[in-house]
Protein backbone atom coordinates (compact mmCIF):
# COMPACT_ATOMS: atom_id res chain seq x y z
CA UNK A 1 0.00 0.00 0.00
CA UNK A 2 1.32 3.33 -1.31
CA UNK A 3 1.96 5.97 1.69
CA UNK A 4 0.49 9.58 1.39
CA UNK A 5 3.14 11.47 2.59
CA UNK A 6 1.80 15.26 2.25
CA UNK A 7 1.16 17.56 5.36
CA UNK A 8 -2.68 16.18 5.47
CA UNK A 9 -2.02 12.36 6.32
CA UNK A 10 0.56 13.57 9.13
CA UNK A 11 -2.88 13.07 11.64
CA UNK A 12 -6.05 14.78 11.88
CA UNK A 13 -5.32 18.43 13.13
CA UNK A 14 -7.07 19.61 16.39
CA UNK A 15 -8.15 22.95 15.25
CA UNK A 16 -8.99 24.63 18.86
CA UNK A 17 -6.12 23.18 20.36
CA UNK A 18 -3.32 23.55 17.41
CA UNK A 19 -4.54 26.89 16.83
CA UNK A 20 -4.46 27.76 20.64
CA UNK A 21 -0.56 26.44 20.68
CA UNK A 22 -0.01 28.49 17.06
CA UNK A 23 -0.84 31.96 19.14
CA UNK A 24 1.05 31.41 21.81
CA UNK A 25 4.30 30.33 19.80
CA UNK A 26 3.84 33.40 17.79
CA UNK A 27 2.66 36.10 20.20
CA UNK A 28 4.46 35.25 23.77
CA UNK A 29 6.39 38.17 23.66
CA UNK A 30 4.02 40.44 22.51
CA UNK A 31 2.93 40.39 26.22
CA UNK A 32 5.23 42.21 28.38
CA UNK A 33 4.16 42.63 31.83
CA UNK A 34 6.48 45.87 34.02
CA UNK A 35 7.16 44.94 37.38
CA UNK A 36 4.92 46.35 38.76
CA UNK A 37 2.17 44.55 37.19
CA UNK A 38 4.48 41.32 37.33
CA UNK A 39 4.38 41.85 41.27
CA UNK A 40 0.84 42.50 41.93
CA UNK A 41 0.17 38.98 39.40
CA UNK A 42 2.68 37.17 41.49
CA UNK A 43 1.95 38.28 44.50
CA UNK A 44 0.08 35.32 46.42
CA UNK A 45 1.59 32.65 44.69
CA UNK A 46 5.25 32.46 45.04
CA UNK A 47 5.96 30.97 41.57
CA UNK A 48 8.84 32.35 38.53
CA UNK A 49 7.10 32.78 35.58
CA UNK A 50 9.83 32.43 32.39
CA UNK A 51 10.13 35.26 30.42
CA UNK A 52 11.00 34.59 26.20
CA UNK A 53 14.47 36.52 26.08
CA UNK A 54 13.90 37.03 22.28
CA UNK A 55 11.26 39.25 20.76
CA UNK A 56 9.76 37.08 18.31
CA UNK A 57 10.87 34.14 16.28
CA UNK A 58 13.90 35.67 14.71
CA UNK A 59 16.02 38.17 15.74
CA UNK A 60 16.56 40.35 12.36
CA UNK A 61 12.70 40.40 11.52
CA UNK A 62 10.11 42.20 13.38
CA UNK A 63 7.63 40.37 15.41
CA UNK A 64 4.80 41.82 14.00
CA UNK A 65 6.17 41.46 10.31
CA UNK A 66 5.69 37.30 11.16
CA UNK A 67 2.87 37.44 13.40
CA UNK A 68 0.93 39.65 10.13
CA UNK A 69 1.29 37.04 7.49
CA UNK A 70 -0.14 34.11 9.69
CA UNK A 71 -3.30 35.73 10.56
CA UNK A 72 -3.42 36.91 6.89
CA UNK A 73 -3.00 33.77 5.00
CA UNK A 74 -5.19 30.81 5.25
CA UNK A 75 -2.76 28.59 3.76
CA UNK A 76 -0.09 29.05 6.36
CA UNK A 77 -2.37 28.58 9.23
CA UNK A 78 -3.28 25.56 8.10
CA UNK A 79 0.32 24.08 7.65
CA UNK A 80 1.31 26.20 11.26
CA UNK A 81 -1.66 23.48 12.87
CA UNK A 82 -1.02 20.38 10.29
CA UNK A 83 2.70 20.58 11.50
CA UNK A 84 1.74 20.96 15.21
CA UNK A 85 -0.70 17.69 14.86
CA UNK A 86 2.43 15.92 12.99
CA UNK A 87 5.38 16.59 16.01
CA UNK A 88 3.55 18.27 18.98
CA UNK A 89 5.22 21.66 18.75
CA UNK A 90 5.74 24.48 16.03
CA UNK A 91 9.29 25.63 15.64
CA UNK A 92 10.58 28.87 14.97
CA UNK A 93 11.98 28.08 11.88
CA UNK A 94 8.96 26.92 10.46
CA UNK A 95 6.78 30.37 11.55
CA UNK A 96 9.32 32.21 9.41
CA UNK A 97 9.41 29.87 6.84
CA UNK A 98 6.19 31.00 7.04
CA UNK A 99 5.96 34.01 4.86
CA UNK A 100 6.33 31.66 1.95
CA UNK A 101 3.74 29.01 2.57
CA UNK A 102 4.42 26.86 -0.63
CA UNK A 103 8.02 26.33 -0.27
CA UNK A 104 7.29 25.39 3.98
CA UNK A 105 5.05 22.69 2.78
CA UNK A 106 7.99 21.09 0.73
CA UNK A 107 10.18 21.18 3.07
CA UNK A 108 8.31 20.02 5.79
CA UNK A 109 7.26 17.41 3.95
CA UNK A 110 10.94 16.38 3.26
CA UNK A 111 12.41 16.72 6.37
CA UNK A 112 9.42 14.74 7.95
CA UNK A 113 10.05 12.03 5.31
CA UNK A 114 14.02 12.04 5.99
CA UNK A 115 13.17 11.90 10.10
CA UNK A 116 9.95 9.98 10.34
CA UNK A 117 8.96 7.83 7.68
CA UNK A 118 10.45 4.39 6.56
CA UNK A 119 14.38 4.49 5.45
CA UNK A 120 17.71 2.50 5.67
CA UNK A 121 18.28 4.21 9.10
CA UNK A 122 17.22 3.73 12.93
CA UNK A 123 15.09 6.74 14.02
CA UNK A 124 17.80 7.53 16.96
CA UNK A 125 20.81 7.59 13.97
CA UNK A 126 18.65 9.66 12.41
CA UNK A 127 18.44 12.40 15.12
CA UNK A 128 21.90 11.96 16.01
CA UNK A 129 23.30 12.46 12.66
CA UNK A 130 21.41 16.02 12.74
CA UNK A 131 22.90 16.98 15.90
CA UNK A 132 26.27 16.42 14.31
CA UNK A 133 25.30 18.56 11.40
CA UNK A 134 24.20 21.05 13.16
CA UNK A 135 26.90 21.05 15.66
CA UNK A 136 29.67 21.64 12.97
CA UNK A 137 28.11 25.34 12.27
CA UNK A 138 27.61 25.74 16.26
CA UNK A 139 23.73 25.83 15.80
CA UNK A 140 22.88 25.02 19.16
CA UNK A 141 19.25 25.86 18.21
CA UNK A 142 19.29 23.14 15.96
CA UNK A 143 21.51 20.67 18.60
CA UNK A 144 18.82 21.50 21.27
CA UNK A 145 16.04 20.88 19.43
CA UNK A 146 17.48 17.38 18.33
CA UNK A 147 18.71 16.12 21.30
CA UNK A 148 15.41 16.15 23.10
CA UNK A 149 13.95 14.27 19.34
CA UNK A 150 17.15 11.85 20.01
CA UNK A 151 16.01 11.26 23.28
CA UNK A 152 12.31 11.45 22.74
CA UNK A 153 12.61 8.04 20.34
CA UNK A 154 14.95 6.01 22.50
CA UNK A 155 18.01 7.42 22.15
CA UNK A 156 21.37 6.40 24.36
CA UNK A 157 22.01 9.30 26.30
CA UNK A 158 25.65 8.50 27.01
CA UNK A 159 25.89 9.29 22.90
CA UNK A 160 25.52 12.85 24.40
CA UNK A 161 28.11 12.84 26.25
CA UNK A 162 30.17 13.21 23.21
CA UNK A 163 31.06 11.51 19.47
CA UNK A 164 33.57 9.12 21.18
CA UNK A 165 30.75 7.82 23.27
CA UNK A 166 28.45 7.20 20.32
CA UNK A 167 28.64 4.18 18.45
CA UNK A 168 31.99 3.33 16.02
CA UNK A 169 29.82 3.36 13.19
CA UNK A 170 28.51 7.05 13.78
CA UNK A 171 32.16 7.93 14.62
CA UNK A 172 33.51 6.95 11.25
CA UNK A 173 30.93 9.85 10.02
CA UNK A 174 32.93 13.09 11.51
CA UNK A 175 34.89 12.94 8.57
CA UNK A 176 32.48 12.73 5.70
CA UNK A 177 30.51 15.24 8.26
CA UNK A 178 33.96 17.70 8.61
CA UNK A 179 34.53 17.80 4.47
CA UNK A 180 30.60 18.09 3.29
CA UNK A 181 30.10 21.30 5.77
CA UNK A 182 33.31 23.26 5.04
CA UNK A 183 35.62 21.91 2.08
CA UNK A 184 32.89 19.90 0.13
CA UNK A 185 35.44 19.32 -2.91
CA UNK A 186 38.25 17.71 -1.18
CA UNK A 187 35.94 14.65 -1.00
CA UNK A 188 37.13 11.93 -2.50
CA UNK A 189 35.98 8.41 -3.22
CA UNK A 190 37.98 6.75 -1.37
CA UNK A 191 36.33 8.75 1.32
CA UNK A 192 33.09 6.61 0.11
CA UNK A 193 35.05 3.49 0.26
CA UNK A 194 36.26 3.65 3.62
CA UNK A 195 32.81 4.08 5.00
CA UNK A 196 31.22 1.28 2.65
CA UNK A 197 34.08 -1.14 3.34
CA UNK A 198 35.25 -0.85 6.68
CA UNK A 199 36.14 -4.09 8.59
CA UNK A 200 33.60 -3.44 11.74
CA UNK A 201 30.55 -1.29 11.36
CA UNK A 202 30.87 -0.51 7.62
CA UNK A 203 27.85 1.27 5.85
CA UNK A 204 25.79 -0.01 3.03
CA UNK A 205 24.93 2.40 0.26
CA UNK A 206 21.48 2.79 1.30
CA UNK A 207 22.32 3.80 4.44
CA UNK A 208 25.03 6.13 3.09
CA UNK A 209 22.61 8.14 0.88
CA UNK A 210 20.29 8.30 4.14
CA UNK A 211 23.46 9.81 5.93
CA UNK A 212 24.68 12.23 3.33
CA UNK A 213 20.92 13.66 2.85
CA UNK A 214 20.42 14.05 6.61
CA UNK A 215 24.14 15.94 6.95
CA UNK A 216 23.21 17.95 4.11
CA UNK A 217 20.25 19.15 5.12
CA UNK A 218 21.05 20.15 8.64
CA UNK A 219 24.43 21.90 7.19
CA UNK A 220 21.91 23.78 4.93
CA UNK A 221 19.25 24.65 7.62
CA UNK A 222 22.21 25.40 10.35
CA UNK A 223 22.50 28.48 7.58
CA UNK A 224 19.08 29.34 7.20
CA UNK A 225 18.82 29.92 10.91
CA UNK A 226 21.70 31.84 11.48
CA UNK A 227 20.73 34.22 8.03
CA UNK A 228 17.19 35.06 9.32
CA UNK A 229 18.65 35.21 13.03
CA UNK A 230 16.00 32.69 14.35
CA UNK A 231 15.70 32.38 18.09
CA UNK A 232 15.00 29.33 20.80
CA UNK A 233 11.43 29.01 21.44
CA UNK A 234 9.88 30.10 25.25
CA UNK A 235 10.50 26.10 26.41
CA UNK A 236 13.56 25.68 25.06
CA UNK A 237 17.23 25.93 25.86
CA UNK A 238 18.14 29.48 25.56
CA UNK A 239 14.91 31.01 24.73
CA UNK A 240 13.99 32.06 28.38
CA UNK A 241 14.68 34.31 31.61
CA UNK A 242 13.23 34.26 34.91
CA UNK A 243 14.77 38.03 35.36
CA UNK A 244 12.12 40.50 35.02
CA UNK A 245 11.65 42.89 32.42
CA UNK A 246 14.03 45.48 32.37
CA UNK A 247 12.74 49.54 32.44
CA UNK A 248 13.01 50.08 28.59
CA UNK A 249 10.45 47.76 27.40
CA UNK A 250 6.79 48.42 27.77
CA UNK A 251 3.83 46.58 29.15
CA UNK A 252 0.63 46.05 28.53
CA UNK A 253 -0.39 48.82 30.59
CA UNK A 254 1.80 51.21 28.67
CA UNK A 255 0.12 49.91 25.96
CA UNK A 256 -3.44 50.79 27.28
CA UNK A 257 -2.35 54.30 28.29
CA UNK A 258 -1.23 54.67 24.68
CA UNK A 259 2.67 54.66 24.60
CA UNK A 260 4.56 53.36 22.31
CA UNK A 261 8.04 53.74 20.56
CA UNK A 262 8.84 57.01 18.84
CA UNK A 263 10.04 57.34 15.19
CA UNK A 264 13.55 57.71 15.17
CA UNK A 265 15.63 60.42 13.39
CA UNK A 266 18.04 57.54 12.07
CA UNK A 267 15.65 55.97 10.10
CA UNK A 268 14.62 58.66 8.45
CA UNK A 269 18.37 59.02 7.48
CA UNK A 270 18.35 55.28 6.35
CA UNK A 271 15.40 55.66 4.23
CA UNK A 272 16.82 58.80 2.45
CA UNK A 273 20.12 57.16 1.61
CA UNK A 274 18.50 53.87 0.33
CA UNK A 275 16.14 55.62 -1.65
CA UNK A 276 16.41 54.58 -5.65
CA UNK A 277 18.17 50.68 -4.60
CA UNK A 278 15.59 48.89 -6.52
CA UNK A 279 14.90 51.11 -9.18
CA UNK A 280 18.93 50.85 -9.79
CA UNK A 281 18.60 47.04 -9.58
CA UNK A 282 15.87 46.80 -12.19
CA UNK A 283 17.76 49.09 -14.76
CA UNK A 284 20.43 46.67 -14.31
CA UNK A 285 18.40 43.79 -14.71
CA UNK A 286 17.20 45.34 -18.56
CA UNK A 287 20.32 46.55 -19.39
CA UNK A 288 21.78 42.48 -19.33
CA UNK A 289 18.49 41.64 -21.04
CA UNK A 290 19.01 43.85 -24.06
CA UNK A 291 22.93 42.75 -24.12
CA UNK A 292 21.92 39.17 -23.85
CA UNK A 293 19.31 39.71 -26.78
CA UNK A 294 22.21 41.43 -28.86
CA UNK A 295 25.15 39.67 -28.43
CA UNK A 296 26.16 36.29 -27.08
CA UNK A 297 29.73 35.77 -25.27
CA UNK A 298 32.02 33.07 -26.51
CA UNK A 299 32.60 29.77 -24.60
CA UNK A 300 35.92 30.88 -23.71
CA UNK A 301 35.16 34.27 -22.58
CA UNK A 302 32.28 32.41 -20.57
CA UNK A 303 34.84 30.60 -19.16
CA UNK A 304 37.50 33.41 -18.78
CA UNK A 305 34.13 35.07 -16.28
CA UNK A 306 33.51 32.28 -14.42
CA UNK A 307 37.54 32.26 -12.98
CA UNK A 308 37.39 35.70 -12.31
CA UNK A 309 34.43 35.65 -10.39
CA UNK A 310 35.21 32.30 -8.82
CA UNK A 311 38.45 34.07 -7.79
CA UNK A 312 37.11 37.60 -6.51
CA UNK A 313 34.61 35.24 -4.24
CA UNK A 314 37.86 34.34 -2.46
CA UNK A 315 38.42 38.09 -1.71
CA UNK A 316 35.25 38.58 -0.32
CA UNK A 317 35.63 38.81 3.46
CA UNK A 318 33.25 36.23 5.96
CA UNK A 319 32.93 38.26 8.69
CA UNK A 320 34.42 41.13 10.63
CA UNK A 321 34.64 39.25 14.09
CA UNK A 322 37.45 36.35 15.09
CA UNK A 323 36.80 32.85 14.92
CA UNK A 324 34.30 31.58 16.70
CA UNK A 325 35.03 28.86 19.50
CA UNK A 326 32.59 26.57 19.91
CA UNK A 327 31.78 26.22 23.55
CA UNK A 328 32.28 22.32 25.22
CA UNK A 329 28.61 21.32 24.50
CA UNK A 330 28.53 21.94 20.94
CA UNK A 331 32.20 20.86 19.97
CA UNK A 332 31.86 17.39 21.76
CA UNK A 333 29.46 16.17 19.20
CA UNK A 334 31.70 16.35 16.18
CA UNK A 335 35.62 16.58 15.50
CA UNK A 336 38.27 18.92 14.86
CA UNK A 337 36.75 22.17 15.61
CA UNK A 338 39.72 24.27 14.12
CA UNK A 339 38.76 22.41 10.79
CA UNK A 340 36.73 25.09 8.46
CA UNK A 341 35.84 27.02 5.33
CA UNK A 342 38.74 27.60 3.50
CA UNK A 343 39.07 29.18 0.00
CA UNK A 344 40.36 27.54 -2.91
CA UNK A 345 43.30 28.88 -3.64
CA UNK A 346 44.76 29.91 -0.01
CA UNK A 347 48.23 28.35 0.30
CA UNK A 348 48.67 27.57 -3.51
CA UNK A 349 45.60 24.83 -2.84
CA UNK A 350 43.82 24.67 -6.55
CA UNK A 351 40.78 22.54 -7.08
CA UNK A 352 39.79 21.49 -10.52
CA UNK A 353 36.38 22.96 -11.43
CA UNK A 354 32.90 21.13 -11.38
CA UNK A 355 31.46 21.49 -14.47
CA UNK A 356 27.53 21.13 -14.14
CA UNK A 357 27.52 19.21 -17.32
CA UNK A 358 29.63 16.45 -16.43
CA UNK A 359 28.16 15.36 -13.54
CA UNK A 360 24.27 17.72 -12.67
CA UNK A 361 21.74 16.68 -10.11
CA UNK A 362 19.10 16.64 -13.06
CA UNK A 363 20.84 13.94 -14.59
CA UNK A 364 22.63 12.28 -12.12
CA UNK A 365 22.29 12.84 -8.66
CA UNK A 366 18.55 12.71 -8.94
CA UNK A 367 18.10 8.97 -10.14
CA UNK A 368 21.06 7.75 -7.69
CA UNK A 369 18.86 8.99 -4.59
CA UNK A 370 15.47 8.00 -5.48
CA UNK A 371 17.31 4.45 -6.40
CA UNK A 372 18.99 4.07 -3.04
CA UNK A 373 16.47 5.96 -1.11
CA UNK A 374 13.00 5.81 -2.62
CA UNK A 375 10.85 8.77 -3.30
CA UNK A 376 13.43 11.03 -1.22
CA UNK A 377 15.26 12.30 -4.98
CA UNK A 378 11.44 12.78 -5.64
CA UNK A 379 10.84 15.26 -2.56
CA UNK A 380 14.66 16.73 -2.74
CA UNK A 381 13.74 17.78 -6.60
CA UNK A 382 10.69 19.21 -5.74
CA UNK A 383 12.21 21.27 -2.90
CA UNK A 384 15.02 22.70 -5.21
CA UNK A 385 12.59 23.56 -8.15
CA UNK A 386 10.28 25.23 -5.49
CA UNK A 387 12.75 27.23 -3.83
CA UNK A 388 14.35 28.57 -7.36
CA UNK A 389 11.47 29.12 -9.14
CA UNK A 390 9.51 30.79 -6.07
CA UNK A 391 8.46 34.32 -7.29
CA UNK A 392 5.54 36.82 -6.92
CA UNK A 393 6.64 38.83 -9.74
CA UNK A 394 7.72 41.61 -7.23
CA UNK A 395 10.51 43.78 -6.12
CA UNK A 396 9.81 45.91 -3.19
CA UNK A 397 6.82 47.80 -4.03
CA UNK A 398 7.34 47.04 -7.35
CA UNK A 399 5.28 44.80 -9.11
CA UNK A 400 4.85 42.44 -12.50
CA UNK A 401 8.25 42.24 -12.69
CA UNK A 402 10.70 39.42 -14.00
CA UNK A 403 13.03 38.22 -11.42
CA UNK A 404 14.35 35.14 -13.05
CA UNK A 405 17.66 36.10 -14.14
CA UNK A 406 18.35 37.69 -10.47
CA UNK A 407 16.96 34.38 -8.41
CA UNK A 408 20.20 32.47 -11.13
CA UNK A 409 21.97 35.13 -10.27
CA UNK A 410 22.27 34.49 -6.52
CA UNK A 411 21.94 30.51 -6.99
CA UNK A 412 24.64 30.37 -9.50
CA UNK A 413 26.90 32.30 -7.18
CA UNK A 414 26.67 30.26 -4.52
CA UNK A 415 27.64 26.90 -6.69
CA UNK A 416 30.40 29.27 -7.67
CA UNK A 417 31.85 29.67 -4.52
CA UNK A 418 32.12 25.88 -4.27
CA UNK A 419 33.35 25.74 -7.11
CA UNK A 420 30.63 24.29 -9.55
CA UNK A 421 30.46 25.70 -13.09
CA UNK A 422 27.46 25.85 -15.91
CA UNK A 423 28.68 26.40 -19.35
CA UNK A 424 25.63 28.39 -20.26
CA UNK A 425 25.97 31.42 -17.71
CA UNK A 426 27.71 34.61 -18.52
CA UNK A 427 29.33 34.86 -14.61
CA UNK A 428 29.69 38.26 -15.70
CA UNK A 429 25.85 39.38 -14.42
CA UNK A 430 26.94 38.73 -11.02
CA UNK A 431 28.64 41.56 -10.31
CA UNK A 432 26.15 43.75 -11.95
CA UNK A 433 23.74 42.04 -9.63
CA UNK A 434 25.21 41.59 -6.24
CA UNK A 435 26.92 44.36 -4.37
CA UNK A 436 29.51 43.81 -1.92
CA UNK A 437 27.28 43.67 1.15
CA UNK A 438 25.03 41.26 -0.01
CA UNK A 439 28.04 38.94 -1.44
CA UNK A 440 29.36 39.44 1.94
CA UNK A 441 25.93 38.21 3.43
CA UNK A 442 25.89 35.56 1.12
CA UNK A 443 29.45 33.98 1.43
CA UNK A 444 28.85 34.45 5.44
CA UNK A 445 25.50 32.64 5.45
CA UNK A 446 26.61 29.53 2.99
CA UNK A 447 30.38 29.05 4.27
CA UNK A 448 30.48 30.21 8.06
CA UNK A 449 27.00 30.80 8.85
CA UNK A 450 27.27 31.19 13.02
CA UNK A 451 29.11 34.31 11.79
CA UNK A 452 26.35 36.03 10.53
CA UNK A 453 25.23 38.98 12.14
CA UNK A 454 21.95 41.36 12.56
CA UNK A 455 24.06 44.14 10.75
CA UNK A 456 24.89 42.05 7.94
CA UNK A 457 21.38 41.43 7.12
CA UNK A 458 19.99 44.54 7.47
CA UNK A 459 22.76 46.08 5.25
CA UNK A 460 21.85 44.49 2.01
CA UNK A 461 18.94 45.03 -0.17
CA UNK A 462 17.64 47.75 2.64
CA UNK A 463 14.32 48.89 0.16
CA UNK A 464 13.30 45.12 0.42
CA UNK A 465 10.51 43.11 2.08
CA UNK A 466 11.67 40.67 4.88
CA UNK A 467 9.43 38.38 3.30
CA UNK A 468 12.27 38.61 0.19
CA UNK A 469 15.15 38.38 2.29
CA UNK A 470 13.19 34.57 3.80
CA UNK A 471 13.10 34.13 0.08
CA UNK A 472 17.23 34.89 -0.86
CA UNK A 473 17.64 32.37 2.41
CA UNK A 474 15.96 30.00 0.96
CA UNK A 475 17.38 30.08 -1.90
CA UNK A 476 20.86 30.25 -0.12
CA UNK A 477 19.80 27.52 1.69
CA UNK A 478 18.76 25.12 -1.09
CA UNK A 479 21.75 26.43 -3.41
CA UNK A 480 24.48 25.19 -0.55
CA UNK A 481 22.42 21.82 -0.05
CA UNK A 482 22.63 20.66 -3.80
CA UNK A 483 26.39 21.87 -3.76
CA UNK A 484 27.13 19.40 -1.12
CA UNK A 485 24.95 16.86 -2.45
CA UNK A 486 26.41 17.33 -5.97
CA UNK A 487 30.05 16.63 -4.65
CA UNK A 488 29.34 13.72 -2.38
CA UNK A 489 26.77 11.54 -4.84
CA UNK A 490 29.37 12.08 -7.56
CA UNK A 491 31.97 10.67 -5.41
CA UNK A 492 29.74 7.92 -4.50
CA UNK A 493 28.81 7.44 -8.38
CA UNK A 494 32.55 6.94 -8.98
CA UNK A 495 33.28 4.57 -6.30
CA UNK A 496 30.24 2.32 -7.70
CA UNK A 497 31.78 2.51 -10.90
Not at 93 to 105: D, K, N, T
Amino acid sequence: MQQDHSLCAWGACSGVQSKSYVEKQLQPSLIKICTHCERLSKKDLGIRIPRPLGNGPSRFIPEKEILKVSKVDARTQTIFEDAFAALGRLDNISVVMGFHPQYLESFLRTQHYLLQMDGPLSLHYRHYIGIMAAARHQCSYLVNLHVNDFLQVGGDPKWLNGLDEAPQKLQQLGELNKILAHRPWLLTKEHIERLLKADEHSWSLAELIHAVVLLTHYHSLASFTFGCGITPEIHCDGGHTFRPPSLSQYCVCDIANGNGHAFHHDDLLANQEMCGEVEVLMERMKQLQECRDDEEASQEEMATRFEREKTESMLVVTAEDEECVPSRDISRHFEDPSYGYKDFSRRGEHVPTFRVQDYSWEDHGFSLVNRLYPDVGQMLDEKFQMAYNLTYNTMATHKDVDTSMLRRAIWNYIHCMFGIRYDDYDYGEINQLLDRSFKIYIKTMVCSPEKTTKRMYESFWRQFQHSEKVHVNLLLMEARMQAELLYALRAITRYMT
